[in-house]
């Protein structure tokens, strides 16, 4: 049951620093609940709702956007010295203004590699690549910075438009196996609905300052590209086998297949009571086929 007391509305309003995948697809589903969302952007465009941030160019967003605001969710990566792009740039704007949360997005990355073994919340981060590193740093930054943060920690995103059917309909996929390779994954509805949730049960849920969000099931890769196969009906290619593929791959797509962990969601779904719309992979892609021309 949603705690009453604390209803989103229309007097709540959120900046959504990041107007990418995850941070659109939030900002459109907490306006169906009433409230004002404002994401951003790098560029001036013709969009209302979207208002302007990039610190590299030092382009700030106006005062006005700050008036009334109550939540703010950052999906911003760390910057290439591994700071923390809002905090860098606004931290002392924010501290002024009455916050009751803010949220940032991070990356089960900074767990490291755990041979397939199970992660959650209580391990300690060991990040085993520069990128991780760079977000475990901003996690810190954000942890430090006395403002009521939450931090939520995601595996491999997809939902529709982004998903490996896409991805096979494009010719853009490689079907490739590796023996005992397992990843976790999160459908970008969860994402933006678990957050919903923690925000709207936050007075009588136990606080915790950082959260797993990944579904139930931790599979291999070729499990999920042989179901997206199946629902297209689409003949899948021969299967290459990882050693003979990664002499092909680029840098950034063989470090996606360095680490091997399963993401426990148990805090999130057991102990917080958060209810996953989409348990696992296939149920996922169910829905991104509909999104499928």
Not at 10 to 23: A, E, I, P, Y
């Amino acid at each position: 049951m949603i705690d009453l007391t604390s209803q989103l509305t229309s007097k709540n309003k959120f900046l959504v620093f990041g107007g990418g995948f995850s941070g659109d697809y939030f900002a459109k589903s907490i306006r169906k609940k009433g409230c004002i969302a404002l994401t951003s952007s790098r560029s001036v465009n013709n969009d209302p709702q979207s208002f302007v941030f990039d610190s590299e160019k030092n382009e700030l967003p106006k005062d006005s956007i700050f008036e009334g605001v109550t939540h703010i969710l950052s999906c911003i990566p760390p910057d290439k010295n591994g700071r923390d792009p809002v905090l860098k740039s606004l931290k002392n704007k924010i501290i002024n203004l009455p916050i009751k949360w803010i949220g940032y997005l991070s990356t089960t990355g900074v767990y490291g590699n755990t041979y397939g073994n199970w992660v959650s919340e209580e391990d300690l981060p060991n990040p085993f690549q520069e990128r991780s590193q760079r977000r475990l740093n901003c996690e810190k930054e954000w942890i430090n910075s006395n403002l009521p943060i939450q931090i939520f920690r995601l595996p491999g995103i997809y939902g529709p438009g982004r998903s490996t059917l896409e991805s096979i309909k494009n010719k853009k996929i490689k079907v490739i196996h590796k023996e005992n390779q397992i990843f976790s994954r999160i459908h970008v509805a969860d994402i933006a609905n678990a957050i919903i949730y923690l925000i709207q049960n936050k007075s009588k849920l136990d606080f915790h300052p950082i959260i797993n969000i990944a579904d139930d099931e931790p599979c291999s890769q070729i499990e999920v590209i042989r179901y997206g196969y199946k629902l297209l009906g689409l003949k899948m290619p021969k299967i290459i086998l990882f050693e003979e593929a990664k002499k092909d791959l680029s840098p950034i797509a063989q470090s996606f297949w360095i680490e091997n962990r399963r993401v426990s969601n148990k805090l999130l779904c057991e102990k917080l009571g958060y209810k996953l719309i989409y348990k696992n992979y296939k149920e996922g892609l169910n829905n991104c086929l509909v999104s499928i021309k």
